[in-house]
């Protein structure tokens, strides 16, 4: 199974900073052929399902705010949240799609200082 | 608009099996995939399984040893997903979530949780 390893466990960051959660695969998730990276970022706000709201390492679903951006490739990945604002306070998990089983990190809690 | 509603809470005793369903609405559910994921209590997710629409194939992850079956009755617009001989670290909340496609592993809509709790 791939083991995905976020750090820091928790975060706490004040409003309008910047925010950085990382994430390591114990393998590639780098696809050669399509040169497309199979991680995506889900966010649980308290009491709610996660939602997926980055995917393909650094592509944003439709809706979600220019103030989130993912970047990386291969093994390492890098969730920023820039200007953090109130609705931001959440657990944020990274996803390997790239092989069956569907594997996520530990979770990263951020929450306002 | 798309809709997926899950039975409600069930308690069971340690050996025994449970079965949660997952009834879609605003939507063709033989045209998208389904994955069942689990959240234990204060933990991170963890995948079960799916089913691809695409092939009608079922994959489940092999952590569950055989324990886990996924079952589609289009009939009823209902997926289901049947854990047997439950422990108590089976207590967790249960989510169906539809890939975006119909052999996709990205996912968009989730139902909103069965809590399975074991307990004797």
């Known amino acids: 199974d791939i083991v995905m390893t976020q750090s820091p466990d928790s975060l706490a960051v004040s409003l309008g900073e910047r925010a950085t959660i990382s994430c390591r695969s114990s393998?590639?998730?780098?696809?050669?052929?399509?040169?497309?990276?199979?991680l995506a970022w889900f966010q649980q706000r308290p009491g709610q399902p996660p939602k997926m709201f980055i995917s393909?390492?650094?592509t944003r679903e439709s809706g979600v705010p220019d103030r989130f951006s993912g970047s990386g490739s291969g093994t390492d990945f890098t969730l920023t949240i820039s200007g953090l604002q109130p609705e931001d306070v959440a657990v944020y998990y990274c996803q390997q799609y790239w092989s069956a089983p569907i594997t996520f990190g530990q979770g990263t809690r951020l929450e306002i200082k | 608009q798309v809709q997926l509603v899950q039975s409600g809470a069930e308690v069971k005793n340690p050996g025994a099996s449970v079965k949660v369903s997952c009834r879609a609405s605003g939507y063709t559910l033989s045209y998208y995939a389904m994955h069942w994921v689990r959240q234990a209590p204060g933990q991170s997710l963890e995948w079960m399984g799916w089913i691809n629409s695409l092939n009608g194939n079922k994959e489940y992850s092999q952590r569950f040893q055989g324990r886990v079956t996924i079952t589609r009755d289009i009939s009823a617009s209902t997926d289901y997903v049947e854990l047997s001989s439950l422990t108590s670290e089976d207590t967790a909340l249960y989510y169906c979530v539809r890939g975006i496609g119909s052999d996709s592993w990205l996912w968009d809509y989730w139902g909103q949780g069965t809590l399975v709790t074991v307990s004797s």
């Open positions: 393998q590639s998730l780098l696809k050669s052929s399509n040169n497309k990276n199979y």
């Open positions: 393909w390492a650094s």
